[in-house]
């Protein structure tokens, strides 16, 4: 049982360059979330996918993009790096069923990425 | 003032010893979690709860709603359990909010 895939595990970038991380989930969950992590602050979010075909900016979204391909899939773009986007990336998936699936959050393991 | 405080921040302490992290939170909640952060990286999900305690293993959270206040405890720490573990919960549009995290190292 796979959970949430994301890939890569980890990037390099030049400032300028483009990137899509990519996360897959294999539990028909509904929602999906893309998180940012940096030293000293908590996981803030990117952007969010409810359910198929919607995307919802969250607290960060400035510089990303999202496309949520199908229930399983929710990727994130970076049009054009910058070194503020240094972070450790996160995916994240959320069902709807009965109460306690419909609050907790499956996590992938991350994507390190530097833009230099 | 962020809506989700933990404290301490880090914390080391021997193998055996009892361990509380705390949590404070701010803001009107549905849940809130406890979430394990291990150096590989990777968050799991440890406990959810709106109210009172749970317990799994050497590990027990408590959660006081009127407070606003959750602690984790570790009963017997081991090496093992060190890792980052972060408080979050669960606002409007069951959109997680999270603090920080808690360091946590344990030795021999």
């Known amino acids: 049982n796979a959970g949430v895939t994301q890939t890569p595990k980890f990037q390099v970038l030049k400032t300028g360059q483009s990137m899509t991380l990519q996360c897959a989930q294999d539990m028909n969950h509904n929602s999906m979330y893309w998180y940012r992590q940096d030293p000293g602050m908590g996981l803030r979010l990117i952007y969010y996918s409810a359910s198929e075909g919607t995307t919802d900016k969250g607290e960060v979204p400035n510089g990303y993009n999202v496309s949520r391909l199908n229930k399983r899939e929710f990727s994130l773009r970076l049009e054009s790096a910058a070194p503020s986007q240094t972070s450790v990336y996160f995916c994240?998936?959320?069902?709807?069923?009965?109460?306690?699936?419909?609050?907790?959050?499956?996590f992938g393991a991350g994507t390190r990425l530097s833009v230099l | 003032k962020n809506e989700v405080e933990q404290s301490p921040q880090n914390l080391t302490a021997q193998e055996g010893e009892f361990i509380t992290i705390n949590c404070s939170y701010s803001?009107?909640?549905?849940?809130l979690h406890w979430l394990q952060q291990h150096p590989g990286g990777g968050i799991v999900s440890l406990f959810m709860?709106?109210?009172g305690k749970k317990k799994h293993g050497r590990l027990i959270a408590t959660i006081n709603i009127q407070e606003k206040h959750s602690s984790l405890h570790i009963t017997a720490s081991h090496p093992r359990d060190s890792a980052v573990y972060i408080c979050?919960?669960?606002?409007?549009?069951?959109?997680?909010?999270f603090g920080t995290g808690t360091r946590l190292q344990v030795t021999l």
């Open positions: 709860l709106s109210s």
């Open positions: 994240a998936s959320r069902g709807s069923g009965a109460w306690l699936d419909k609050n907790i959050q499956y």
């Open positions: 979050a919960v669960t606002g409007t549009a069951s959109k997680l909010t």
């Open positions: 803001v009107g909640i549905s849940a």
